[in-house]
């Protein structure tokens, strides 16, 4: 079973996978060998009319993000982006008992090891 282990890392991942649905996928797969023709989720709902929009999608891979360009960005984008989210506590495998201290990514996948 899969389980993301690092709460930061996860979140980048749904929102690059927000992106890519919305706005990469087509809405419908009616022709599954040439999608290219069929309207995304964002055409669908009108989202890919507006210019930010436009511009964001056309920059996606050509241009580098740094947050500190995006001052504007909604809160849920700001702590994605500087990682602000915490991991729960470490839990001891053996006996159950909580620490308080947050797990890092290393302690959290280290005892997954056998």
């Known amino acids: 079973i899969y389980w993301p282990k690092e709460v930061n890392s996860a979140m980048e991942r749904f929102a690059i996978f927000a992106v890519a649905y919305n706005f990469l996928t087509a809405h419908r797969a009616v022709d599954r060998n040439d999608q290219s023709a069929e309207p995304t989720h964002g055409e669908i709902a009108g989202f890919e009319a507006s210019p930010e929009v436009c511009t964001a999608l056309e920059e996606l891979y050509t241009v580098r993000h740094v947050a500190s360009h995006y001052p504007e960005a909604p809160e849920w984008a700001q702590e994605v982006w500087q990682r602000r ?8 495998p053996e006996t159950g008992e909580k620490d308080e201290r947050r797990a890092t990514c290393e302690e959290v996948a280290q005892h997954l090891v056998a």
């Open 85 to 92: 989210y915490e991991n729960p506590p470490v839990v001891d």
